[in-house]
């Protein structure tokens, strides 16, 4: 009888109070339906986002408590759905796939997952950067590859090129052959010309200094805004005319439109919750994982980690860090 308890729960962190300490518990382990897969989660990648939705901060993500957070996460596929004809047992997969509406959360030691929302695991990268890459890759994705549908010799400007989407996006650009650009502070100068872009100190240089120095003051073909607020307004100035496209992964303020405007540049938002909440587009997050995997495989993209995993049990320790913006690159918490 304990054996077959045993074989129907699993442990999981959950969120019973905002702003609160998780619980880890014994709950029900979830069973597939027929288009789901069950996957025996090894990582799990923490994201800015999950930090909000900890501290009640995230509307947008309808969580309602008590909750099983978590997004991303790496493991094994140990049961499918009858309908599922893409994976099998013992596939090495990986996704985003939970902690959001009312789907559970990925901290946790099972999880079922639609199969359209999931990507094999590349074979040469581990399940602690492959738990750590698909929000930020499939964030990175939609901007470049969906919205300003990226061509060799652009050039491209990313906000933010040492964060989480930020140096993800870089390295997707620089391999489909742009000229890149990222705003970053000095000390991440070194990473940013590792990467193949050219860094831009936003400490010392104003939109104006930095368009008339590394566009002749033309403006670029596309920017990227991963940080909101007024980087989006500076963005606005720093695209090219009649043909510059802007996007935003933050865009949720109040901008003025008119630098926009008088350019006759255009706009767009992302928005990569969306397929979660709101079962649309489900296969569309699939399909970007499929096509990075090459990206992956061959090391033209690497995700960069914090120099230390944790556990489910270190699970504060790992969010204080993320609150505190002390970490080196993506956390990610072993889970088995």
């Known amino acids: 009888m304990n054996s077959q308890n045993n074989n129907t729960k699993m442990q999981a962190l959950v969120l019973e109070q ?3 300490p998780f619980v880890l518990k014994k709950t029900d382990k979830p069973s597939p339906k027929d288009h789901e897969v069950l ?11 999950d930090l909000k939705i900890k501290n009640g901060q995230a509307a947008h993500a309808r969580v309602n408590l008590p909750a099983v ?7 094994i596929v140990i049961e499918t759905g009858k ?3 893409s994976f099998k047992k013992g596939d090495e997969v990986f996704g985003m796939v939970g ?8 901290l946790a030691e099972y999880i079922t997952a639609d199969a359209d929302h999931i990507g ?6 581990s399940f602690q950067e492959a738990a750590a890459l698909p929000l930020i890759l499939i964030t990175a994705w939609e901007a470049l590859v969906d919205k300003i549908n990226i061509q060799p010799d652009q050039t491209i400007l990313i906000h933010g090129g040492a964060g989480g989407v930020g140096h993800i996006a870089v390295q997707i650009a620089v391999a489909k052959g742009a000229e890149v650009f990222a705003t970053v502070s000095p000390e991440h100068f070194a990473r940013i010309k590792e990467y193949g872009a050219t860094p831009i100190d936003y400490t010392n240089l104003s939109v104006d200094q930095y368009v008339s120095e590394y566009t002749d003051g033309k403006g670029f073909d596309a920017v990227i805004d991963t940080i909101g607020n007024s980087v989006l307004d500076d963005s606005f100035l720093a695209v090219k ?3 510059g496209h802007v996007v935003s992964i933050l865009g949720w303020g109040n901008h003025n439109l008119a630098p926009l405007s008088f350019r006759n540049s255009t706009y767009s938002g992302v928005f990569t919750l969306y397929p979660l909440l709101s079962g649309e587009r489900k296969k569309h997050h699939g399909d970007i994982l499929k096509a990075a995997f090459q990206l992956l495989e061959t090391g033209k993209v690497k995700v960069r980690l914090h120099h230390q995993s944790y556990t489910l049990e270190q699970i504060e320790s790992a969010y204080e860090l993320l609150e505190n913006r002390k970490a ?6 072993q889970i088995s």
Do not use: C, R, W
């Not at 996957?39 to 986002?49: T, Y």
């Not at 080196?328 to 918490?333: D, E, P, R």
């Open 39 to 49: 996957i025996q989660i090894k990582s799990a990648g923490l994201n800015p986002l």
């Open 99 to 106: 902690g959001v509406g009312i789907h559970q959360g990925t």
């Open 120 to 125: 094999l695991k590349p074979e040469h990268i």
């Open 18 to 20: 905002f702003e609160k």
């Open 69 to 75: 957070p978590g997004i991303d996460m790496s493991g």
């Open 83 to 85: 309908n599922v004809k």
């Open 328 to 333: 080196s690159g993506k956390i990610v918490i």
């Open 241 to 243: 005319k009649y043909t």
